[in-house]
């Protein structure tokens, strides 16, 4: 997968389109990334000790990683990421600006 944790991505296709965030997990199996405030959606909680009303609260779902796109931290472009190996060490690069990420 060539999104990692930590990467600035930003949503390029679904109702999130256009958004950024920063990723705060990799699904590496479901190849699917957990980016908070991205991809909200509401579930219902039963009474408990941490809710005895119940109700219903806002959660981030993984989103396919087929849909984000890596922003360049040098250039701040999407891009796609090549890859570069130096001294037995891969290293990404931004397709854009040629720089290691």
């Known amino acids: 997968m060539r999104i ?9 296709s679904g109702k999130d389109k256009a958004r950024e965030g920063v990723v705060e997990r990799v ?15 509401k579930k219902h909680i039963k009474k408990n000790e941490k809710m005895p009303q119940g109700g219903v609260v806002e959660v981030p779902r993984p989103i396919n990683a087929a849909k984000v796109m890596l922003i360049c931290p040098k250039c701040g472009k999407i891009t796609r990421t090549g890859y570069e190996v130096v001294k037995n060490r891969k290293y990404r690069y931004c397709k854009k600006c040629k720089s290691r990420i």
């Open 27 to 41: 699904y590496k199996n479901a190849d699917k990334v957990l980016i908070p405030g991205i991809n909200i959606y």
């Open 4 to 12: 990692k944790k930590g990467d600035k991505v930003r949503v390029i």
